[in-house]
C-alpha cells in the first residue's frame, strides 16, 4: 500500500501509458476546447491568468524535448496546432500557428484564448536553453486574426 511519502510524480511520458481497451487512445477536440474555454478561460478568475501561466511552463518542463523543431514537432504531433517560425532575430522569436485547436470557434474581438499553449512553450524553452524565456500571445482566431502568434523572448 502506498503512503504519502512514496508520492510517484507522473511524468509526460507517463501520459503515454495509454491501456483503454475500447476507448482507444484519443478525445474529441470538444473536450479539450470545453476544459480551455469553459473551464479555464471562463472559469477561473482574471480568465484564468496566473493559472495558465503556472499549469502550462508545469507542462511545458515535462516534455522531453531538447530543440525549438523537436517542440514544434510534438504540437503538430498532439494536435495543439501546426507551428512555424515566421520571425526570427537575435533574442525573438514569432510563431505562428495554423490549425490550432481554436479555429472555427466564433469570434470574439479583444479575446485571445490560447495563452496554456504559449506557456507550453515557455516551460520547454526555459528548461531547454536553462534561462527565462517568456511567451506572449499576439494574435488569435478567436480575436479575428488570421492564425494564433506567439512572440518569445529569449
Ligand atoms: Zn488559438
Given at each position: 500500500m502506498g503512503s504519502v511519502d512514496t508520492l510517484h510524480e507522473f511524468s509526460f511520458d507517463d501520459m503515454k501509458k495509454i491501456s483503454r481497451t475500447a476507448l482507444g487512445d484519443a478525445v474529441p477536440i470538444e473536450l479539450y476546447r470545453a476544459i480551455r474555454l469553459i473551464g479555464m478561460y471562463?472559469?477561473?478568475p482574471m480568465k484564468g491568468k496566473g493559472t495558465t501561466l503556472t499549469v502550462g511552463r508545469k507542462i511545458g518542463e515535462s516534455l522531453a524535448v531538447q530543440s525549438v523543431q523537436e517542440l514544434l514537432d510534438?504540437?503538430?504531433?498532439?494536435k495543439v496546432g501546426d507551428p512555424q517560425i515566421v520571425l526570427e532575430e537575435e533574442n525573438r522569436l514569432h510563431i505562428a500557428v495554423k490549425d490550432c485547436f481554436c479555429v472555427g470557434l466564433p469570434e470574439i474581438e479583444g479575446n485571445l484564448v490560447c495563452d496554456l499553449e504559449g506557456?507550453?512553450?515557455e516551460g520547454a524553452l526555459s528548461k531547454m536553453m536553462d534561462k527565462r524565456v517568456s511567451v506572449r500571445e499576439i494574435k488569435c482566431n478567436v480575436n479575428?486574426?488570421?492564425?494564433?502568434e506567439y512572440e518569445v523572448r529569449l
Open positions: 471562463q472559469g477561473l510534438l504540437f503538430r504531433e498532439l506557456a507550453i512553450m479575428g486574426d488570421d492564425c494564433c
